[in-house]
């Protein structure tokens, strides 16, 4: 039995095997009506969503299956102070699989060891937000014909978008992509990721603050929210919040082929006159969350099903002497959590929170 908590956790060959599954259903949905007879969903949401939540949801219903949760922590035993472990083992016994977002790092981890069915990863905190990532890689392969030797533009919150971190990953892994991070100075993308994925795969990529001058040269403009909700500084966040706004003026500047992505919510970062745009995908992305979603719960239970056994980690690299300084990360509020730390590069010496992936200093 496995989960979803990184996008990595998936191969090349499984991503594209996900796809090709989303496209099935996409051309014969017919097919897949009762594939989740009798089995149930467990939406956990601590954290506000539209997309994700109704998403997931409208996916088991379309596969026949049934769904059950709660879509804000005050409604869940959370708010007694329950733990994520023992919320984790207690929807085991109610359901088939789990969806979680949590606005806690490294929590959809917690959950998945310590539940006795798959869990997914619906965005914890500013970390991951892999089926965002799986609702993206659709939508390029359909929108842009293609996974690989695009331009790929990054525009907004680099630093706090979790959608961010994750298309990166998954896109650095197809050949010949590259990347233009486009961003103020402050929500630049965060060294972790530039070293640990673009460097240290030699991606190409440029950084820029200037969104018209980088345009005409794309194949994606993905553009991000600035995260108000994970600004520590109310203040930076007044001064940052309208650094980007796409217009029909510099849609103008770009491509033919061209395609906007969004994972949405947009505040106004993208002009309501760029909707009709037919290079604007944001609202086909946001169908094709829903076709993913429908793949990665059949590929989880059918997986589950074949062996209930959780899958085990590889724990040689793992330390237990160090505290995370991550004020955000699930540890920093489940005491009784052990702090662990994985040795990510032997040369380097450097070792990171098992939970929220921050360097130990
Ligand atoms: N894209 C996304 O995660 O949207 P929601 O927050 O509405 O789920």
């Known amino acids: 039995m496995r989960s979803l908590i990184s996008i990595l956790d998936f191969s090349v060959e499984e991503l594209d095997a996900l796809i090709a599954v989303a496209q099935d259903i996409i051309a014969h949905p017919e097919a897949y009506q009762t594939r989740c007879a009798h089995k149930k969903l467990a939406t956990l949401f601590f954290e506000p969503s539209t997309r994700t939540r109704l998403s997931f949801e409208a996916a ?3 596969l026949g299956g049934s769904v059950i949760g709660f879509s804000q922590a005050a409604s869940s035993s959370a708010s007694k102070g329950e733990s994520v472990a023992d919320t984790a083992k207690i929807i085991s016994c109610y359901a088939d699989i789990i969806a979680m977002r949590h606005p806690r790092e490294g929590a959809p981890y917690v959950a998945s060891r310590n539940a006795t069915i798959p869990v997914i990863n619906a965005g914890d905190g500013g970390h991951n ?4 990532t799986l609702a993206d890689l659709l939508t390029i392969s359909r929108e842009n014909g293609r996974l690989n030797g695009l331009t790929i533009g990054i525009c907004g919150d680099l630093k706090y978008g979790r959608t961010v971190h994750s298309l990166i990953e998954a896109m650095s892994r197809y050949e010949g992509n590259r990347f233009v991070l486009i961003s103020p100075e402050q929500l630049k993308l965060p060294g972790y990721v530039r070293r640990n994925v673009l460097d240290a795969r030699g991606i190409p990529y440029a950084q820029t603050a200037c969104l018209e001058s980088a345009i005409g040269e794309l194949d994606v403009l993905y553009m991000t929210r600035i995260q108000q909700e994970r600004f520590d ?5 007044e001064r940052l919040k309208n650094s980007y706004v796409l217009t029909p003026e ?3 500047l770009g491509q033919p082929t061209l395609r906007v992505l969004h994972p949405l919510p947009r505040v106004n970062e993208i002009s309501v ?3 009709d745009d037919p290079r604007a995908a944001y609202f086909r992305q946001a169908l094709n969350g829903k076709y993913m979603r429908m793949a990665l719960i059949l590929k989880l239970l059918e997986e589950a099903q074949a062996d209930p056994v959780r899958e085990e980690i590889d724990t040689s690299g793992f330390t237990y002497d160090g505290v995370c300084t991550n004020p955000k990360c699930i540890s920093a509020v489940e005491q009784e959590l052990p702090q662990i730390f994985r040795l ?3 040369a380097a010496g450097i070792r990171r929170c098992l939970y929220c992936e921050q360097r130990l200093k």
Do not use: G, I, N
Not at 129 to 132: E, G, R, S, V
Not at 233 to 237: Q, R, S, W
């Open 60 to 62: 088991m219903l379309e």
């Open 129 to 132: 937000h892999p089926t965002q």
């Open 233 to 237: 500084d109310p203040a930076e966040y």
């Open 250 to 252: 510099k849609m103008a």
């Open 273 to 275: 006159k760029v909707d």
């Open 344 to 346: 990510t590069d032997s």
